[in-house]
C-alpha cells in the first residue's frame, strides 16, 4: 500500500471497477490496500452500465474484464493489468496497458521511489509474479535513459 502513492504522482486519477473493488474488499482486514482505499480520493469506483457478461470473465477474472470492458467503453483508457491473459486480451483490444513493475520503473526514473530493484524484490516478496527477463529489460532501459514517459 506504500507503492500507491506513486500511482497519483504518475496519473491524475485512477478508474476502479466495482468488481476490482469487490476482490480487494473480499480480501483479509488488515490487507494494506484494503486499508488505503478509503483514503484514495484519486481512485475513482467506477460501474459498468450495462453490467459485464459473464461470457466475458472466461479467459480472466472478473475484476480483469470490468478494467478491459470500462477502458474499452470511455475511450480506449490506458489499464494497469498484471495478469498474463488479461494484458493480452487488452492488447488485442488495442488498448494501452501498464503493469505494475513499469509503472514502479516509471516511478523510479521520476525519482519516487528509492530503488527500482529494491521496489519490485518487495513486490515479488508481497507475492507479485514477474518474470525475471521483464524486470531485467526494464533496469536495462532504466539505466539507459531508454524508458518512455
Not at 480520493?41 to 460501474?47: G, Q
Request: proline content about 7%; aromatic content about 4%; cysteine-free.
Amino acid at each position: 500500500a506504500k507503492l500507491l502513492r506513486i500511482l497519483p504522482a504518475l496519473f491524475s486519477r485512477v478508474f476502479v471497477p466495482q468488481a476490482v473493488l469487490d476482490e480487494i474488499a473480499a480480501g483479509p482486514t488488515d490487507d494494506p490496500m484494503k486499508l488505503a482505499l478509503p483514503a484514495s480520493s484519486w481512485l475513482v469506483a467506477v460501474l459498468l452500465e450495462p453490467p459485464i457478461s459473464p461470457l466475458s470473465t472466461w479467459q480472466s477474472g472478473r475484476g480483469e474484464a470490468e478494467v478491459i470492458e470500462y477502458a474499452s467503453l470511455h475511450g480506449n483508457l490506458p489499464v494497469l493489468l498484471d495478469d498474463r491473459a488479461a494484458r493480452r486480451a487488452a492488447e488485442a483490444l488495442g488498448l494501452q496497458v501498464h503493469g505494475t513493475v513499469g509503472v514502479v520503473a516509471a516511478a523510479a526514473k521520476r525519482g519516487l521511489v528509492a530503488s527500482f530493484s529494491d521496489t519490485v524484490a518487495a513486490l515479488k516478496n508481497a507475492g507479485l509474479y514477474v518474470g525475471n527477463d521483464i524486470v531485467e529489460t526494464l533496469e536495462r532501459r532504466l539505466s539507459s535513459g531508454k524508458l518512455p514517459t
